[in-house]
């Protein structure tokens, strides 16, 4: 099945982004963040809060989940392609839907990492004690580096939504070929394309 090269890019590094995500989220959520044991004293105000997780897990998983999906449907058999073929419509709506979910997703993370990122950055340069000065600026350079994870799986979701469902064409036709008519017009194109 031929596809778009800037579909297949985008989807090859959403895959590596994505699990690069999951392993920064992982590494921000150990067993001092989930056992509420970073917090300020004397108010014991917990910094990061452990639900915070259900927010982060989903998104990069879900942007690897669906372009991961995306790439296998390029190896897949002739029964699966006939039966993408004859639910196009279906498929390509469910295929926008959850793209676009992920895309405003992973722009809302980058959103609340940003914000978790400015409540620790005070204890990350000026705290005493110095051990918890180092897990603050610990905690710090990850969540910043998960901003800005979020943010490329969020551009690189919203490069697959525009190119393949927002008339950007970049697929087989040309600009001049998408303008002209075709021959017959009761004769619809079938293409499917998810990667």
């Not at 300020?40 to 897990?57: C, G, N, Q, Y």
């Amino acid at each position: 099945m031929r596809t778009s090269t800037l579909i297949f890019v985008c989807n090859i590094a959403l895959v590596i982004v994505s699990i690069a995500g999951l392993c920064l989220t992982s590494s921000i959520f150990d067993f001092i963040v989930v056992s509420k044991l970073y917090y300020t004293v004397p108010d014991h105000k917990v910094l990061i809060s452990p639900r915070l997780a259900f927010l982060l897990f989903p998104s990069s998983t879900l942007s690897l989940l669906i372009a991961f999906l995306s790439l296998i449907f390029l190896s897949a058999g002739q029964r699966i392609i006939k039966f993408a073929v004859d639910n196009q419509m279906i498929l390509s709506f469910f295929h926008a839907a959850i793209m676009g979910l992920a895309a405003a997703l992973s722009a809302y993370v980058s959103f609340v990492c940003i914000q978790n990122a400015n409540d620790i950055s005070g204890y990350a340069f000026f705290a005493t004690p110095a051990q918890f000065q180092q897990a603050s600026f610990w905690y710090y350079t990850r969540l910043r580096a998960l901003v800005v994870i979020s943010i490329v799986q969020a551009l690189l979701n919203g490069t697959i939504v525009s190119v393949l469902y927002l008339g950007i064409s970049c697929k087989y036709r040309t600009f001049v070929q998408l303008s002209e008519k075709p021959t017959h017009p009761d004769l619809v194109e079938r293409t499917t394309y998810f990667a």
